[in-house]
T-cell receptor
């Protein structure tokens, strides 16, 4: 079967750095996405990795290791507005997105 | 450039009824995909339409059906509603059938089945 694993919940302090991990086992791989979803809202795109390595975009960075079936999302200089769920999703061999259950990130002052 | 819009935003149905959810894709996008998101879970892929043809389907029974219109808007129909169908239904539009680009999501339709 296909499986995406990420922690259910994480807590971090405003101004700090947090790393959200995602491991996957899917039938094929055509890229990995990270989306942010605030409570009661639609998911919004953060990043897309298809090659190994680190992609940096402002305060957010995403890393991929295809051989390990592993990715992480790194959030720096945390702000209260970063409190949200972070969804990891993998594009499988049929170009269908397989989603993780999401990691709820709680930011404390 | 208009974003993805969905209607209705909230609705309540009873078991056995039928429901139709609607989605207008972002201007210029020819692909629409539908997802079911239960509370506290990630989205589950239902199906995808590319240029009016279904080109991918997740593990959902046939009572979940849909279509895409020439203007690329789309409908999701669910027959014989069950209690477990209660969820947020998200529509996403994109350009191209292979989903290698960003998905743009609507705000969703929250369905409650009693």
């Amino acid at each position: 079967g296909q499986n995406i694993d990420q922690p259910t919940e994480m807590t971090a302090t405003e101004g700090a750095i947090v790393q959200i991990n995602c491991t996957y086992q899917t039938s094929g791989f055509n890229g990995l996405f990270w989306y942010q979803q605030h409570a009661g809202e639609a998911p919004t795109f953060l990043s897309y990795n298809v090659l190994d390595g680190l992609e940096e975009k402002g305060r957010f960075s995403s890393f991929l290791s295809r051989s390990k079936g592993y990715s992480y999302l790194l959030l720096k200089e945390l702000q209260m507005k970063d409190s949200a769920s972070y969804l990891c999703a993998v594009l499988d061999s049929n170009y269908q997105l397989i989603w993780g259950a999401g990691t709820k990130l709680i930011i404390k002052p | 450039e208009t974003g993805v819009t969905q209607s209705p935003t909230h609705l309540i149905k009873t078991r056995g009824q039928q429901v139709t959810l609607r989605c207008s894709s972002q201007s210029g996008h020819n692909t629409v995909s539908w997802y079911q998101q239960a509370l506290g879970q990630g989205p589950q892929f239902i199906f995808q339409y590319y240029r009016e043809e279904e080109n991918g389907r997740g593990n959902f029974p046939p009572r979940f059906s849909g279509l895409q219109f020439p203007n690329y808007s789309s409908e999701l129909n669910v027959n014989a509603l069950e209690l477990d169908d209660s969820a947020l239904y998200l529509c996403a539009s994109s350009l191209g059938a292979e989903n290698t680009g960003e998905l743009f999501f609507g705000e969703g339709s929250r369905l409650t089945v009693l």
